[in-house]
């Protein structure tokens, strides 16, 4: 059935605005929306772990050989490494930046209980959602802390230290470029540059790299280990009895594989060589050398991680502006040509006129096969000829021409 005119321009009306909607919509969705998907979102709870490369080099100094009263210091070779990060967003946190707890530990797998223990901390820094980068704290003081130490009773002391570059994070919408990355262990920031994009599990990564100098660490944090005064014999060097006062130096070279579109680590692996000595450049006695990289099942997690981000993001992004851009596109064509054929206010028929000079009948003249009198009376043929839309009475002009006619 067809629509009347009035019908028709509103169906008209409402498919252009649902159009000039639905595109307009397109266009904001990406611009508006898909910059405030594009943070790391406040729900992580994410726990990575590393072990030995397969063939590397894992030697680790036996600390009771240090207190042992006789014979030199130990160091163990190839032994099984476990380090482990749990890492948890806490409070402060909003819609732009988050502060993140990391705790860290790095056990040996051959001995049980404390005795394989090797090293454990906890990090604490406030950083912005979506470039990863620290914010400096509201009072002006360290915008981070970190413990790695205890007191007497056993628990965490936290230190405040000042923490000024990526760390856990990497920038939504990461560059082939080089970055300021913080370690936690000399609590100093050092350039991580991109070597190369490649692909871990079908996934496209940019692989950095970042190398720590020797560092002493007795002046980065006031430990009795860091620096040692021990008999020569007991360092293994010449000198007997001699009290020989070592330092413990740390120098590492980091690599790291990020998913570029949110940030995420993807791999990660520590190339870790702690030492004693008395020049840095002399290494004596070996305390870590060890290779530890993300084992599969965390690589797999985070790769997980990164696909849902993207996913969200290409929504938002991609997907539903293209939809939104098809369907409005649509609407708008639909009503502008409905508008358009029904503007004749005929319901949409266009109408066929004929002109008189073409043989037809005048419009609004009498219908095909109707008769006229031969001989009208007077004043009849002025009355047809001056108005010619006038509707006749057909069934009068019969009565009449019967009667002249009988």
Known sequence: MALSAGTRRTVACLLVGLGALLLVAAI????????????????????????????????????????????????????????QRFLTVEDPSDASEMTIQAGQTLRRTDKQGDTGLLTALVDRVTIDRKNGMPVDAVDGGPNGSIAA??????????????????QYRFPIGTDKKTYPY?????????DINFVEETEIND????????????????????SPTNKLALPAEK?????????????????????????????TVIKGGEQIHQFYARDA???????????????????????????TNIDKLSLYGRTLPIVFGILGAIALIAGLVIGLLGGNGNGGTPVRRVSPAAGGPAPGGPAP??????????????????????????SKTQQIDMDKNP
């Open 28 to 83: 904001m969705i990406p611009t508006y929306t898909v910059s405030r998907l594009a943070k790391t979102p406040l729900d992580l709870e994410i726990t990575t772990v590393a072990t030995n490369v397969p063939g590397a080099p894992s030697e680790v100094l036996d600390s009771k050989s240090l207190t042992s009263p006789t014979g030199a210091a130990k160091v163990d070779t190839n032994v099984p490494l476990f380090s």
């Open 149 to 166: 130490t205890v007191d007497k009773k056993g628990a965490a002391v936290m230190e405040p230290v000042q923490h000024t570059g990526l």
């Open 182 to 190: 913080f370690d936690v262990n000399v609590r100093k920031t050092f």
């Open 203 to 222: 996934m496209k990564v940019y692989h950095f790299q970042q190398t720590i100098p020797v560092t002493d660490l007795s002046t980065v944090v006031n």
């Open 235 to 263: 360092w293994g060097v010449d000198g007997g009895d001699t009290p020989i006062t070592m330092t413990r130096f740390y120098t590492n070279t980091r690599d790291v594989w990020v998913e570029p579109k949110t940030g």
């Open 281 to 307: 450049a002399k290494p004596e006695v070996t305390v870590l050398n060890a290779h530890l990289v993300f084992d599969e099942n965390t690589i797999e997690s985070q790769i997980s991680v990164a696909k």
């Open 369 to 394: 096969g109707a008769t006229f009198p031969s001989n009208p009376p007077q004043g009849r043929v002025d009355h047809f000829a001056d108005a010619p839309t006038q509707q006749i009475d057909i």
